[in-house]
């Protein structure tokens, strides 16, 4: 049973650029939530959908965006990227009606910014 | 307010038991997490609590809630090697989706 998967693994843009970063969740789970870790540092909520829709937003920018398919993949979207976004992104799926039981994370996508 | 707090650094013998404490703010928290993250790694769910539970044992891992004063513990017995790593405490709401993190405890296992 494949868990969360994220790609890529790494990747490095340039000041300015655009980035998405890819998430498909565990099979049977139908929420999928995007954290942002800097080095050092917890995780901070970015946000999380369901349903395809946006259901709830931390506080970040605009400038961080997603989407939600109906296969319940997410993409994460960031753009005019500053050195401050440079961290990892986890993805983590739960299912919906079983959501305080854990969610399950990804290995995450390492964005470097430079 | 939203906040978590956990000591940065703890480092033990191996065989002995490890006591990873945490402390939270949100008295609507309802669901409180212990995550695991290994070098490289995303985040394991080691294990959780509910918030109108004391205590709960998972076999080498025993978490400690008290309620009143916001405060959460993990203790780990018999710590092996393969336990070092970065732990987080986390809360959840049944009202959000959401997780809050601690910023994590650096778990050092000497043999």
């Known amino acids: 049973d494949a868990g969360v998967t994220q790609s890529p693994t790494h990747l490095i843009k340039t000041r300015g650029q655009q980035v998405t970063l890819r998430c498909s969740p565990k099979?049977?789970?139908?929420?999928v939530s995007w954290y942002q870790q800097a080095l050092g540092q917890g995780p901070q909520f970015i946000f999380q959908?369901?349903?395809?829709?946006?259901?709830q937003r931390g506080n970040f920018p605009d400038r961080f965006s997603g989407h939600q398919f109906p296969n319940y993949s997410s993409e994460l979207n960031v753009n005019a990227l500053l050195l401050g976004d440079s961290a990892l992104y986890l993805c983590?799926?739960?299912?919906?009606?079983?959501?305080?039981?854990?969610?399950?994370f990804g290995s995450g996508t390492r964005l470097t910014v430079v | 307010g939203e906040d978590v707090e956990q000591s940065l650094f703890l480092s033990v013998r191996e065989g002995d038991s490890s006591v990873i404490n945490c402390t939270y703010t949100?008295?609507?928290?309802?669901?409180l997490y212990w995550y695991k993250q290994e070098p490289g790694a995303g985040l394991q769910l080691l294990t959780y609590?509910?918030?109108?539970?004391d205590m709960k044992q998972d076999q080498r891992l025993t978490v400690l809630l008290n309620k009143k004063d916001k405060h959460l513990s993990l203790r780990i017995a018999d710590t092996q090697t393969g336990d070092s790593a970065i732990y987080f405490c986390?809360?959840?709401?049944?009202?959000?989706?959401?997780?809050?993190f601690g910023q994590g405890t650096t778990l050092q296992v000497k043999p």
């Open positions: 983590a799926s739960s299912p919906t009606d079983r959501p305080n039981y854990g969610y399950t």
């Open positions: 099979s049977g789970h139908d929420t």
């Open positions: 959908y369901y349903e395809e829709e946006e259901r």
């Open positions: 949100d008295s609507s928290s309802t669901y």
């Open positions: 609590i509910f918030s109108n539970m």
């Open positions: 986390a809360y959840g709401s049944s009202n959000t989706g959401k997780l809050i």
